[in-house]
């Protein structure tokens, strides 16, 4: 009964257990946080709105994007993933989502950024229905944790909206 | 030394009632493991409720050797959520990030882009020849919750057996020589 192999199993198994213990309740402190982040995305130009030679349309344009999510960062927090997505509907598709742009934030000190950049992925459409076409641009952002449960919201702004013709 | 001499002694004092106890033990512990995970199964919506992950193509979030808890919801999917999908005809399970959802509006179906953050390019490249999209049932689960570090055990255990053989053969002796 008290050999060493069961006193290497009784030990193995108390810290497994009192680890996951520690996890769980690590996880659960994320829940006291207060968040309130916040954003705002410009669209300073559209570059261009063309029909690819196989038949979808494709944009492309520059972004003005501001956030602040400094308040999304605790000490159980290992970084928050932003994108942003374009959202939009068609006569076919109930729901198109594309994201745009996005950034991994490793720590507070970068959640708060203000950045002008075109669409780091390709913003093509399942037809030709982007002209003259209105769309939401939102936010997104998924608060990744050092051990347990991942935290995911965004942000929904309107209101913005394609040229009529190709150029 | 004198512990395997006293590991050799104990196997041989064994009397028969006592070795079909143990075995009928041993049996119970093996069935309670596989409940649990059957519950588990349950209780996600999921075939895999945990898995680990073994590409760094997700970091610097999901490190190899972290481990996953995967949920499977009738909510639709949606850009941004991690999800582990598996492609035609390849057994290993991919958890990447959704990048881009089209959802057509009449039959409720959606054509998934997925891509992983640490890599350049979308995960077309992974994807079955001539495939273009992911759809539903490619998708085994979402990423909700996951644990550092701790799925290294199943790495070193697959990619090495032996270390698998030896593990098992030591509880295995430790059960046989237990006086109780």
Not at chain 1, 11 to 20: D, P
Not at chain 1, 115 to 123: E, G, H, L, V
Not at chain 2, 98 to 118: C, F, Q, S, W, Y
Request: aromatic fraction near 8%; charged fraction near 20%.
């Amino acid at each position: 009964m008290h050999s060493f192999g069961y006193r290497a199993n009784a030990l193995l198994t108390f810290s497994v257990t009192a680890l996951a213990f520690i996890c769980a309740i690590a996880s659960f402190s994320d829940k006291f946080s207060n968040q309130n982040p916040s954003a705002e995305i410009q669209i300073l130009n559209i570059n261009r709105l063309k029909k690819q030679s196989y038949g979808n349309d494709e944009v492309s344009l520059t972004l003005d994007i501001s956030a602040d999510l400094q308040s999304l960062f605790t000490w159980n927090t290992k970084q928050v993933f932003a994108f942003v997505a374009a959202e939009y509907e068609t006569s076919k598709n109930s729901l198109n989502q594309v994201s745009l742009w996005d950034v991994i934030i490793p720590d507070k000190e970068h959640a708060k950024f203000r950045i002008q950049t075109s669409n780091k992925y390709r913003f093509i459409d399942q037809g030709h229905n982007l002209r003259g076409r209105e769309f939401n641009l939102t936010l997104h952002w998924h608060v990744m944790p050092k051990t347990g449960k991942m935290l995911a919201d965004k942000i929904i702004m309107p209101g913005y909206s394609l040229p009529d013709a190709y150029k | 030394m004198g512990w395997i001499g006293e590991t050799v002694d104990s196997i041989k004092s064994i009397k028969i009632r006592q070795l079909l106890t143990q075995a009928v033990t041993l049996g119970m512990i093996v069935t309670s493991a596989l409940i649990i995970w059957k519950a588990m199964m349950c209780v996600t919506g999921t075939e895999s409720p945990v898995v680990v992950v073994l590409s760094g193509s997700m970091e610097p979030a999901f490190q190899r050797g972290d481990i996953l808890f995967l949920r499977m919801t009738k909510d639709p999917i949606r850009t941004g959520e991690i999800v582990v999908f598996k492609i035609d005809g390849r057994d290993i399970p991919i958890v990447h990030r959704v990048i881009e959802v089209h959802e057509r509006k009449t039959t409720g179906k959606v054509d998934v882009l997925t891509k992983g953050d640490n890599n350049d390019v979308d995960d077309i490249g992974l994807y079955a020849d001539g495939q273009m999209w992911l759809h539903r049932h490619h998708i085994m689960g979402r990423a909700v919750g996951f644990l550092p570090y701790v799925g290294w055990v199943t790495i070193i255990m697959t990619e090495k057996p032996i270390i698998k053989y030896l593990l098992i053969g030591a509880m295995g002796l430790l059960v046989i020589t237990s006086k109780d």
